[in-house]
């Protein structure tokens, strides 16, 4: 992940076919872990261990499919504590990212209260950029709110 602190996030989001594991899964993803800090608007407060790095990222609600994003490192010992203390909620997984016909896809292979949940993401330049779509890719779940990762930390994929 690169240091970035402000941009516009583009991104679509996608159900994965049924058995469709990345390739070297799971030794070629990285292991994740993520909460989110409770706030009185939709704004959304994450803070992601993944290996020995770490992020607080704000994300503003969407408009269409783009929303703001602002993103920072920070100690790992503070993301630890930030999940103890003020998170109520985690999501757990896996990431794995496969290039495909030009495009950057995130794969992420979900586990505990999300075990099953399989997603694909892919960020763009622009909402109407055009993609190639993996035959590997399932339904579109970008304007379904029960797919983001703060609603999977609250209502787990295995309660629904």
């Known amino acids: 992940m690169d240091e970035k602190h402000k941009t516009t996030e583009i991104e679509r989001k996608f159900l994965v076919q049924p ?25 959304a407060v994450r803070v992601r261990l993944a290996g020995d790095a ?12 783009s929303r703001r994003e602002f993103e920072y490192p920070i ?7 930030i999940l103890e203390l003020l998170c109520m909620h985690t999501v757990e997984k896996i990431r794995t990212n496969i290039e ?18 399989v997603l694909a ?6 909402e109407d950029t055009s993609f190639d779509a993996p ?12 797919y983001t990762n703060s609603a999977l ?7 629904w």
């Open 121 to 126: 993401e892919i960020e763009l330049p622009t």
């Open 100 to 117: 495909y016909e030009g495009h950057t896809w995130e794969i992420d292979v979900f586990s505990g209260k999300n075990e099953g949940l």
């Open 54 to 65: 770490a992020w607080l990222t704000l994300k503003t609600p969407r408009v269409g499919l």
């Open 19 to 43: 058995g469709f594991l990345p390739p070297g899964f799971p030794e070629a993803g990285q292991r994740m872990i993520q909460g989110y800090v409770p706030t009185s608007n939709e704004t």
């Open 153 to 159: 930390s609250r209502e787990p994929f295995l309660s």
């Open 135 to 146: 035959d590997w890719l399932g339904a579109e779940v970008s304007f379904d709110p029960k």
């Open 75 to 81: 100690p790992v010992d503070e993301a630890t504590d």
